[in-house]
């Protein structure tokens, strides 16, 4: 039973800095690629960052230089850093993991990440 397990939300003041943590069950992690996604309310869900299995990494225009995107292969993990964090980062921010060659394609619940004064 595959599952995805995200952590590391909460409330932070602009500027400042969260890591969010992905926890992955039931599949062989190393031969996924793993995303994070986030939508805010009244928004479509969109691509935050990547990371493919060989560990190339992929951002969206918005939170390059500030977001860092990582995998522990040994910790079945993503982790995703995010600095300089701006009240237009609020959103709810989703785990994926994919396989095309399979047809595989699993989100986690969400955690909800607010930035705000």
């Known amino acids: 039973q595959v599952q995805l397990v995200e952590s590391g939300g909460g409330l932070v003041q602009p500027g400042g800095s969260l890591r969010l943590s992905c926890a992955a069950s039931g599949f062989t992690f190393r031969f996924y690629a793993m995303g994070w996604y986030r939508q805010a309310p009244g928004k479509q869900r969109e691509l935050v960052a990547a990371v493919a299995s060989t560990g190339t990494t992929n951002y969206a225009n918005s939170v390059k230089g500030r977001f860092t995107i990582s995998r522990d292969n040994a910790e079945n993990t993503v982790y995703l850093q995010m600095d300089s964090l701006r009240p237009e980062d609020t959103a709810v921010y989703y785990c994926?993991?994919?396989?095309?060659?399979?047809?595989?394609?699993?989100w986690g619940q969400g955690t909800q990440v607010t930035v705000s004064s």
């Open positions: 994926n993991a994919a396989r095309i060659r399979v047809g595989d394609n699993c």
